[in-house]
């Protein structure tokens, strides 16, 4: 079955970086387009960073030029490279499909801006 399984967030100050790495199984993950989507507290989750099968990417206007999304096809995995990370940053961060995602998420991993 499908699986995601995300990893590397943390508490961070102002200004700092993280790397997410997501793990995925259960389809062909070079056919799909990937996606690195996050959720706030009291907010609707949001798609932030979408990567095709072509390596194409695109971004939320709220973290253009501070996030980069790449993928290794070879280790079906998905990364999220976070730079100069805002308090506005901070929300629990799951990977999927882009485009329309699978019913299944994973757990997500959970990223904490604060001084």
Same mark, same amino acid.
Not at 6 to 23: D, I, T, Y
Not at 76 to 81: D, G, H, I, P, R
Not at 102 to 109: E, I, L, N, P, Y
């Given at each position: 079955?499908?699986?995601? @399984?995300?990893? %590397? #967030?943390? +508490? @961070?100050?102002? %200004? #700092?970086? +993280?790397?997410?790495?997501?793990?995925a199984s259960g389809f062909i993950f070079k056919f799909y387009s990937m996606g690195w989507y996050r959720q706030?507290?009291?907010k609707e989750r949001e798609l932030v960073a979408e990567i095709t099968s072509?390596?194409?990417?695109?971004?939320?206007d709220s973290v253009k030029g501070r996030f980069t999304i790449s993928r290794d096809n070879a280790k079906?995995?998905?990364?999220?490279?976070m730079n100069s990370?805002?308090?506005e940053d901070t929300a629990v961060y799951y990977c999927n499909a882009g485009n329309v995602p699978?019913?299944?998420?994973?757990?997500?991993?959970q990223v904490t801006v604060s001084s």
């Open positions: 079955q499908v699986q995601f @399984v995300e990893s %590397g #967030g943390g +508490l @961070v100050q102002p %200004g #700092g970086s +993280l790397r997410l790495p997501c793990a706030a507290p009291g072509g390596g194409s990417t695109t971004y939320a079906k995995t998905v990364y999220l490279q990370l805002k308090p699978f019913s299944s998420w994973g757990q997500g991993t």
